[in-house]
């Protein structure tokens, strides 16, 4: 009996071993059926490697370990059935819209009495803190903050109106 044929006989006697070892794996029944099935196919396929004096049972589990690896990492990179999905798909709001609304909200920074529409431009559009804002104006932290809360309480209701 030549050598492949000893470990194929050898591996005919551990074929219960491998579905019980991919239930580590896997809960379905059919992906442990395909887990053992690739197991199976590269065992086969690659039994010249198989160093004699060693365990096949190892062998073939480090195989069906390197398998479910490699498929584990692929799964996580495809989303299978998405693009079929066009419900799920991205939607992106026409730009017209947003255009419009900058517009309106530009309009409405220009109707406000300047100290709140300079307050609103200094902490929000520039960014800076009311400290900031507060040194900048030579006024107390607590008028920019109305400043600010007037300016945005105006602009709520302009835009809500709107």
């Known amino acids: 009996m030549c050598r492949n044929a000893k470990i194929e006989a050898e591996l005919l006697g551990l074929l219960p071993a491998p579905h019980k070892f991919a239930r580590r794996f896997y809960s379905s029944q059919n992906d442990i059926d395909d887990l053992v099935q690739d197991t199976l196919v590269k ?47 991205a939607t992106v709001q026409p730009q017209q819209e947003w255009s419009l609304r900058g517009q309106e909200l530009e309009e409405a920074i220009a109707a406000l009495p300047k100290p709140s529409r300079d307050a609103i431009n200094v902490v929000f559009i520039q960014g800076e803190s009311y400290e900031e804002a507060a040194k900048r104006f030579g006024c107390p932290i607590g008028t920019v903050k109305s400043r600010v809360n007037r300016a945005r309480e105006r602009l709520t209701e302009r835009l809500d109106s709107d």
Do not use: A, P, Y
């Open 43 to 89: 065992v086969l396929g690659n039994l010249e490697k198989f160093e004699e004096g060693t365990r096949l049972k190892s062998w073939m589990f480090t195989i069906m370990r390197n398998t479910f690896c490699t498929r584990f990492g692929l799964s996580k990179r495809e989303h299978v059935g998405m693009d079929d999905v066009l419900g799920q798909k």
